[in-house]
């Protein structure tokens, strides 16, 4: 065998196997984009997908405190859970008062024990009550830090 079919060999063989290795650690693989690479701190939040996303995101990808601004009223529709126990994530309106409505029966956070949740200039409300019923909501200032171990509000 000639020198240079030896090393049109080599080659191919050595690109094969650097490919090989780059796919197996995702070297072409495109990398997952985080939540808070979509939806740049201080743009505001406008519907419960995005908050639900964002808050997802932040429990498994935060590398500093995040700030959700929260820009038109809406229904939260399943329940939140804040996990991060690294980090303080805080929701505020961005206009005097953001309502948050409940469109779903019971809690709408879930705080994990360590977790810091701050609400700034949200209302946290049911929805409508019905008949003799009273409607209720979370102070707009309220911080459950200190709350007890996985607590709910």
């Known amino acids: 065998m000639n020198t240079k079919k030896l090393f049109s060999k080599l080659a191919a063989m050595v690109l094969t196997v650097a490919m090989t290795l780059a796919l197996m650690h995702g070297g072409f693989i495109a990398p997952q984009v985080s939540r808070a690479d979509v939806i740049p701190e201080g743009t505001p939040v406008m519907n419960f997908d995005d908050l639900k996303d964002t808050i997802e995101d932040f429990n498994s990808n935060a590398t500093g405190n995040l700030t959700i601004t929260i820009g038109a009223d809406f229904k939260l529709t399943e329940l939140l859970s804040v996990t991060n126990t690294s980090h303080e994530l805080t929701i505020k309106g961005d206009a005097p008062t953001r309502t948050l409505t409940r469109g779903i029966t019971g809690h709408l956070f879930t705080v994990a024990n360590n977790a810091h949740l701050i609400l700034e200039g949200v209302d946290c ?16 200032d309220f911080s459950p830090k200190g709350m007890a171990p996985t607590d709910t509000f």
């Not at 409300?125 to 707009?140: D, F, I, Q």
Request: glycine letters at 6%.
């Open 125 to 140: 409300a049911v929805a409508e009550p019905a008949a003799g019923k009273r409607k209720t909501s979370v102070p707009k």
